[in-house]
């Protein structure tokens, strides 16, 4: 079950940019306002599971816009900052104005929780997947999860999620573990929810005995090196490996591909608001989705293209799924992963 990204790009300026591409960067834009005109200022702290590199890169492009905005940063990957923002609230409250990480599923909880505010920032020109109905967070990229694969080590890629289950990739598979990765977590349900998919390939996959990584990053990691020539990986990851010269390279399956599209939303206990609204209006600008393209993320703008080598949103095949089904059933998928890949 899957579908086309249903994007109209008729008559939108597009903007060409490339991941790894020179040129000029865009205009730094006065110091932003609030509602009654004085510019912005004051200290964030911004819990988030985005590679150290770029989430530095992100503050001081966003510091260019708004340069009396202090951001302070804790990263984890979403596990370990949910075990977090979980012990703060067992003891007071949550200590973060913002939270910038992998899934849907962990803000419709908080939200459940009425631990988010609404957001004031700016959506027109977004995707509509990508937006809470409800207006209490709002994706930053997509991030799909694909199949990447040592050049050196593999000449023939595998094409589907159902290739992985052949015996000729025994021993050879790499992924993230779910108790660690948000993205990871998420995908188990989008899989076991997943018609075409669901147990039986769940139980086929483990059958090969994959690796199982703490992170993302170990997975890329070790598919560049040739440790583990396949591997079950976010794609952005992959085209940073590439850019740098690793062997290695993406298929995205014919199936389809779960993704996550890196919600941030605001706590509802800060005392930083305008600050922490202008950072989230920032990230989902177009100046903030250059910036995402250039950091090999695929953009949630509509008028932003993707980055060099990916595929256009347009013609993304991504996996269907219901965001509350997910949501509901995501604990017993990674507890039927823990079992079958233990």
Same mark, same amino acid.
């Given at each position: ?172 598979? $790499?992924?993230?573990?779910? =108790?660690?990765?948000?993205? #990871?977590?998420?995908? +188990?349900?989008?899989? !076991?929810?997943?018609? &075409? *998919? ?101 953009? $949630?703008?509509?008028?932003? =293209?993707?980055?060099?080598? #990916?595929?256009?949103? +347009?013609?993304?095949? !991504?996996?269907?799924? &219901? *965001? ?19």
């Amino acid at each position: 079950m899957s579908r086309r990204f249903a994007v109209s790009l008729a008559g939108l300026a597009l903007v060409g940019l490339s991941a790894c591409a020179g040129g000029d960067a865009p205009a730094a834009s006065p110091a932003a306002t609030d509602g009654a005109g004085d510019a912005v200022s004051g200290t964030i702290t911004l819990y988030t599971s985005e590679p150290q590199a770029k989430v530095e890169e992100l503050i001081a492009a966003f510091n260019e816009t708004h340069p009396d905005v202090t951001v302070d940063v804790f990263r984890a990957g979403t596990g370990d900052l949910t075990a977090r923002i979980e012990s703060e609230l067992a003891t007071g409250e949550v200590q973060a104005d913002v939270l910038l990480a992998a899934d849907a599923p962990t803000f419709e909880n908080y939200k459940d929780q009425d631990l988010l505010m609404e957001l004031d920032v700016d959506t027109a020109g977004l995707l509509e997947e990508v937006v809470d109905p409800e207006g209490f967070y709002v994706g930053t990229r997509v991030i799909p999860t694909v199949i990447a694969h040592n050049t050196t080590a593999i000449t023939t890629a595998p094409a589907s999620w159902q290739d992985l289950t052949d015996p000729q990739y025994r021993d050879q598979i $790499v992924m993230p573990n779910p =108790d660690v990765s948000g993205a #990871a977590a998420f995908n +188990a349900a989008v899989w !076991l929810l997943n018609d &075409d *998919l669901g147990e039986p390939w769940l139980t086929a996959l483990a059958a090969n005995q994959p690796v199982i990584a703490d992170s993302n990053g170990p997975v890329s990691q070790a598919v560049a090196s040739g440790a583990q020539p396949v591997g079950i990986v976010v794609d952005y990851l992959v085209r940073d490996l590439a850019d740098a010269g690793s062997p290695i390279a993406v298929s995205y399956p014919s199936e389809g591909v779960p993704y996550v599209y890196q919600p941030v939303g605001v706590f509802a206990n800060t005392d930083a608001e305008a600050a922490a609204m202008a950072f989230a209006d920032w990230l989902v600008s177009s100046e903030g989705q250059q910036l995402a393209v250039e950091q090999n993320y695929l953009p $949630v703008r509509t008028d932003v =293209d993707s980055p060099e080598g #990916a595929p256009a949103m +347009a013609d993304l095949e !991504l996996m269907e799924f &219901d *965001l509350a089904e997910v949501q509901q059933r995501r604990t017993e998928a990674v507890e039927l992963f823990n079992r079958l890949f233990q």
